[in-house]
């Protein structure tokens, strides 16, 4: 008896292991509205038919200014072939020094500010910076990072997303 209970517990979670395993990959980017510094907007919906990074941070996070010359990087290497980038700064980080930033360090990419923390919340209440989430051509998360990424990870990542249709 107590076999066949094994037996069952051990194919529940393998039947658990495989369904979580398949989905992975497959969750909708929340939909949000993005405010860039340029005053124009973006939202979620603009992703679609583009491997899009979506980077939360601050400019009093030492380790996301550390990591911004390689985010610039994989952006710059990577825009042409499909690929964007949305750093959001956080509702805690005062505008002016998040212009300034972007101004001084020449960001390529679209800036967004979250002043309500509105989109801190619906991209899964994100509280620690970095975290940044890679969204696939179809507008679904594939991977988040929690502190700095792994680049030469993520930029295999990147390009197997853009190579898929």
């Known amino acids: 008896m107590k076999k066949a ?6 194919a ?3 039947t658990v292991g495989t369904t979580v395993y398949l989905q992975a990959g497959t969750s909708p ?18 992703f679609k038919g583009k491997v899009t990074l979506v980077n939360f941070w601050a400019t009093s996070c030492t ?4 990591e911004m010359p390689r985010v610039i990087a994989t952006y710059e290497k990577y825009k042409g072939q499909g690929y964007d980038t949305v750093a959001v700064a956080m509702d805690y980080d005062p505008p002016s020094y998040v ?3 972007a101004q001084t360090r020449n960001l390529p990419f679209k800036v967004a500010i979250d002043n309500t923390g509105a989109i801190a919340q619906a ?4 509280k620690l910076t970095p975290t940044t989430y890679l ?5 679904e998360i594939v991977k988040r990072y929690v502190g700095e990424p792994d680049f030469a990870e993520l930029h295999q990542l990147i390009e197997k997303l853009l190579a898929q249709a």
């Open 5 to 10: 209970l094994y037996a069952l517990a051990l």
């Open 12 to 14: 529940a979670v393998a």
């Open 29 to 46: 980017a929340p939909s949000s509205k993005f405010v860039l510094l340029d005053g124009s907007t973006k939202s979620t919906a603009d």
């Open 63 to 66: 380790t996301c200014v550390a």
């Open 99 to 101: 212009v300034n930033f």
């Open 123 to 126: 991209w899964g209440d994100v």
């Open 135 to 139: 969204v696939n051509k179809r507008g």
